[in-house]
Nanobody, 121 residues
Framework: VQLQASGGGLVQAGGSLRLSCAAS????????MEWYRQVPGKERELVAR???????NYADSVKGRFTIARDNAQNTAYLHMSSLKPEDTAVYYC????????????????WGQGTLVTVSS
């Protein structure tokens, strides 16, 4: 699975931004799409997760402001970010959790390249 993230940029506090993550390759094996973010000196943190069945999970810090979605026809996942705060500034990464069961179960996580989001105060 290959992932191509895009959509980062500079936005003022209170603004909105949409990140995109285009997937290619063995799309059928994807169980969940995720968005992570990382700031220098800190661990990468999970921001949002969208499972294959449609269930979602969000970090407490972004609940009510961020929405993860997907367009199956375009093989693309999105992260809609609104009411952005300076503390949302980070490099954002998309990830795909995959599971292949033939011939034996193998789980893996694939990463896209990061895209920088900068929120100015």
């Amino acid at each position: 699975v290959q992932l191509q993230a895009s959509g980062g940029g500079l936005v003022q506090a209170g603004g909105s931004l949409r990140l995109s993550c285009a997937a290619s390759g063995e799309i059928f094996s994807i169980n969940a799409m995720e968005w992570y973010r990382q700031v220098p000196g800190k661990e990468r943190e999970l921001v949002a997760r969208l499972a294959k069945g449609g269930s979602t999970n969000y970090a407490d810090s972004v609940k009510g402001r961020f929405t993860i979605a997907r367009d199956n026809a375009q093989n693309t996942a999105y992260l809609h970010m609104s009411s952005l705060k300076p503390e949302d500034t980070a490099v954002y990464y998309c990830a795909a959790d995959t599971l292949k069961v033939d011939p034996t179960p193998v789980a893996a996580r694939y990463w896209g390249q990061g895209t920088l989001v900068t929120v100015s105060s």
